[in-house]
């Protein structure tokens, strides 16, 4: 195979494998996107960026919660929290936003300038609004005596609100990984 010798800048690369399948020569290419430590995330399959997080546990209100820290002007507000079923939050998470506190899986990811959230719920066709397609998969680690919660999503539909009007403008995506510390 082959793969950089060094963590290239924008944290994406290519890794490529040439194998022999039954005497015909087959190359499987992947792309991989690095993450270090922070959220890293992707809008409408757009370039992809990392902003510092951390995550908590708020057992008050029974849930786990990822968000950025808002440590700059230019860094988005992103939140993403799930119940706390067990005392890990490892997991694979669907979305669901229909305001049932104790279950849902929400996303919600607002613009640096808060005009617009991304959120992980839609309003279709019809005017109703629906959970998005897609999953929050979570794993608690352990590194240099350091936890951590690491892990991706991805919104399949993630409805796009406009913050001053408070609807919908359109449909949009958001992918992410993300490794940050833990507070519990």
């Known amino acids: 195979y082959t793969a950089p010798t060094a963590t290239p800048q924008n944290k994406t690369t290519t890794i490529t494998l040439e194998l022999n399948v039954k005497g015909k020569q087959v190359l499987l290419i992947s792309t991989l996107h690095i993450i270090e430590e922070g959220i890293l995330i992707s809008l409408d399959g757009g370039a992809w960026k990392t902003y510092p ?3 908590t546990k708020v057992p008050e209100l029974g849930v786990f919660s990822l968000g950025s820290l808002r440590i700059a002007a230019d860094v988005p507000q992103i939140v993403l929290m799930w119940p706390a079923l067990s005392t890990k939050a490892d997991g694979i998470y669907h979305w669901s936003m229909q305001g ?3 279950s849902d899986v929400v996303l919600e990811y607002a613009t640096p300038n ?3 959230v991304y959120t992980a719920e839609y ?3 019809n005017h109703n609004w629906r959970s998005s397609g897609g999953f929050l998969a979570v794993e608690e680690i352990t590194e240099k005596d350091k936890k951590y919660l ?4 991805a919104v399949d539909q993630a409805g796009v609100i406009d913050s001053q ?3 919908q403008t359109r449909i949009g995506s958001v992918a ?3 490794k940050v510390l833990r507070n519990w």
């Open 123 to 125: 309003m279709d066709q």
């Open 114 to 116: 808060l005009s617009r």
């Open 100 to 102: 049932n506190e104790i």
């Open 150 to 153: 690491t892990g991706m999503f």
């Open 53 to 55: 997080g951390m995550a």
């Open 176 to 178: 992410g990984t993300f």
């Open 165 to 167: 009007m408070g609807e």
